[in-house]
């Protein structure tokens, strides 16, 4: 009855197949904050710098803008370029990194610019602290607070920007299409530029973090009232020709 028993063989396999796994399985590294998968592919003075710069950055962000964030297991999955990247990446939409909220994981190319980490990291805290704002206006903070200088963080020497190419999408929004373009991401950038130089984007911030419902947020909620409020203000704003760099905060 023991004919049929893989015997030696069937462990040898077993035991070949259990190394190999174990030598493909690297389970993610903690530093500082943040769980670290980085590409194999990649020189361990590279992983070891973008690892540090990373954690110093989401730290410097939290402390600036984000204090109640509490530590989660957010892993970060850094590709060896962004050509690996744009074949693993999770979403089918066009980007350069992206975070994944349910999975909690960050995916981003090695060499990617502070800019491109301020971003996802902004999406890690918001998505924590204010998941009630609505998607379109979370993506708005992540690109004006991905731009903002870290090292001028006072409201009165910072200013915001917005990248140079969008300026020729203001007109789209003075042209009567408003109420559509409501849902576009590229409204709300404008829309948090305007509370920006309201001096209202921190505030309007903090108190969406601190689950308030401010108003100036609270737009996509079918309360025309204060829409019409805010609208007049905006359209007044929005004719202004400069947007490059706005002060206020
Ligand atoms: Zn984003």
Redesign the pocket.
Known sequence: MFENFPGRRFYFILIVFLLFSCKNFHPPEKEGPLYFRPSTALPIHIINREKSDAVSLFLTMKNLYFPLYIEENVTIYIYKDQDSYQKAKLHSID?QA??HSKKKQIHIASGSSQEVWK??F??VFIHQLAPQIPYEL??AY??ILSLRDLTTPDCKNSKATIPVQWNQYRDELLDGKRIETKKHKLFYVYYLLYLWSEKKFFQTLHEAVAKKKPPELNIQDGNGLTWNKLQKGFDRWLRKRNFQSVPGC
């Open positions: 980007s992206e975070y971003h996802e902004v999406h979370h993506e992540a690109i």
